[in-house]
């Protein structure tokens, strides 16, 4: 089946710096990748959604200068998160649409600490 | 926006007993409802889904209803058992491939 392959896995870093998280999809190509922030015992809350090729489109409350998306081709987006908080922490996970399987493929996620 | 409502958020059942989790959505546009399994630190794995044109769709042990004219659908597992135990999320989509907006989230023990 369509795999996504998201890292790093686990990233700490310091309050901030910034920290860049790449989703590739392995064997289908995603025009639209959408990005999710899960809280500790939390649902999965939309960031924003990038198209490849243009800006991405963000959701209400989410600062689009503090997490950059860049969707430059259809396999690999990135999240980069930009001068990180401890309230940053989080565990981020991609998500792009297979339209062979018709079907949502998650990144394995990754879990930010900013300390 | 969409809004997605799901009860309980924590459910604990005998192994062998039913698992039903409700879900309520709030845009009468969304006719695309898959439901994730997702386990600690893990990517949420689907289930099963139901487009707005069924009204019930069944996978084995696992089944899901639709109600689109009450804008709910509900998510059944019968016979369970302890590798059910998980955090289930219901989600809403105005179209297979758009955005999703998931429920809270329902925390399922299955007691051996």
């Known amino acids: 089946g369509a795999v996504v392959s998201q890292h790093p896995s686990r990233v700490i870093c310091k309050s901030g710096t910034s920290v860049k998280i790449e989703c590739r999809s392995l064997?289908?190509?995603?025009?639209?990748m959408f990005w999710y922030r899960q809280f500790p015992k939390q649902s999965l809350m939309l960031m924003a959604t990038s198209n490849e090729g243009s800006k991405a489109t963000y959701e209400q409350g989410v600062e689009k200068d503090k997490f950059l998306i860049n969707h430059a081709s259809l396999t690999l987006s990135t999240l980069t998160v930009t001068s990180a908080h401890p309230e940053d922490s989080s565990f981020y996970i991609c998500?792009?649409?297979?339209?062979?399987?018709?079907?949502?493929?998650f990144g394995s996620g990754t879990r930010l600490t900013v300390v | 926006g969409e809004n997605v409502e799901q009860h309980p958020s924590t459910l604990s059942v005998q192994e062998g007993d039913s698992a039903v989790i409700k879900c309520t959505y709030s845009d009468s546009a969304s006719n695309y409802f898959p439901w994730y399994k997702q386990e600690l630190g893990k990517r949420p794995q689907l289930i099963i889904d139901?487009?707005?044109?069924?009204g019930e769709k069944k996978d084995q042990r696992i089944a899901v209803t639709l109600n689109k004219t009450a804008k709910h659908f509900s998510l059944h597992i019968t016979e369970t058992q302890p590798e059910d135990s998980a955090v289930y999320f219901c989600?809403?989509?105005?179209?297979?491939?758009?955005?999703?907006?998931f429920g809270g989230g329902t925390r399922v023990l299955v007691k051996p």
């Open positions: 998500s792009g649409w297979d339209n062979s399987n018709y079907g949502y493929t």
């Open positions: 139901i487009r707005s044109n069924v």
């Open positions: 064997d289908f190509q995603a025009t639209t």
């Open positions: 989600a809403a989509s105005p179209a297979a491939g758009n955005k999703l907006t």
